[in-house]
């Protein structure tokens, strides 16, 4: 997946400037079937935006503890299982394709087009179309959730 990523900063005088223009070479996997790019990535709340640092270059999982995450993610037909929760709150875009998300028996189809805001549910991404599905993710530091007085833990 090639994804050009266009990142904003200051000169010494203040000018706005663009600092980065590149196809992204932050690209990694962590399963058959689904391409990551890394696109930024911040730490803390307010967001600093000061600072010469490549973002992408800081992550180091899914979400960041007291942080963002800013990835796109290619699913290939037929991706490997990943039944997953994460302490955060995921901000998704559906950008081409067709996916399933099953959470708990429950499925829901999402295409191109649809938003998706998961809230630290259990949930795994399957592709049963022919075709790969494309999807823009905001990943926000959240607390775990608790039901029933029991934490329900990240895992996957």
């Not at 998704?92 to 998300?101: F, K, Q, R």
């Amino acid at each position: 997946m090639k994804m050009r990523r266009v990142v904003t900063a200051h000169d010494g005088d203040g000018k706005a400037v663009v600092a980065i223009d590149e196809i992204s070479r932050d690209v990694v996997s962590f399963r058959p079937g689904a391409t990551i790019t890394n696109v930024w990535s911040t730490a803390g709340f307010p967001v600093d935006n000061a600072g010469a640092a490549d973002g992408a270059k800081e992550i180091t999982g899914t979400t960041r503890d007291g942080g963002t995450v800013f990835r796109v993610i290619e699913y290939a037909p037929g991706v490997a299982p990943r039944n997953h929760r994460t302490n955060s709150i995921d901000y998704a875009v559906v950008l081409s394709g067709e996916i399933d998300m099953e959470m708990d028996g429950t499925v829901v189809t999402l295409r191109a087009g649809d938003v998706l805001v998961q809230r630290g549910t259990i949930h795994d991404w399957i592709n049963r179309s022919d075709k790969p599905c494309v999807i823009a993710f905001v990943l926000i530091d959240a607390r775990p959730v608790e039901h029933g007085g029991k934490m329900l833990a990240a895992r996957g």
